[in-house]
Nanobody
Framework: QVQLVESGGGLVQPGGSLRLSCTAS????????MGWYRQAPGKQRVLVAR???????NYVDSVEGRFTISRDNAKNTVYLQMNSLKPEDTAVYYC????????WGQGTQVTVSS
């Protein structure tokens, strides 16, 4: 099974930055798009950003211009650079990879608070 391991979450003040990483345990050869969802307490899981194997990106409107998704195919890793963080960005962030099915990371907590 493909395993996705996340890191980079934590506590940050409003306006601060965090960089999330997600690394696949196997080669990304069979993985097409990768991305990040987030889920806040009492809310549904929402797709935040997605990047294809060719580097095309999509973002939910609420993070457009603040977040940047990227990937390093050689390292089988997808990143989410989060700048100008707001309290409403507080959530558990889950990375995923698309293959014949969807693979999920374990989730990493991001808390934005003063």
């Amino acid at each position: 099974q493909v395993q996705l391991v996340e890191s980079g979450g934590g506590l940050v003040q409003p306006g601060g930055s965090l960089r999330l990483s997600c690394t696949a345990s196997k080669s990304s050869f069979s993985i097409n798009a990768m991305g990040w969802y987030r889920q806040a307490p009492g809310k549904q899981r929402v797709l935040v950003a997605r990047i294809t194997s060719g580097g095309r990106t999509n973002y939910v409107d609420s993070v457009e211009g603040r977040f940047t998704i990227s990937r390093d195919n050689a390292k089988n890793t997808v990143y989410l650079q989060m700048n100008s963080l707001k309290p409403e960005d507080t959530a558990v962030y889950y990375c995923y990879g698309e293959s014949l099915k969807v693979y999920w990371g374990q989730g990493t907590q991001v808390t934005v608070s003063s």
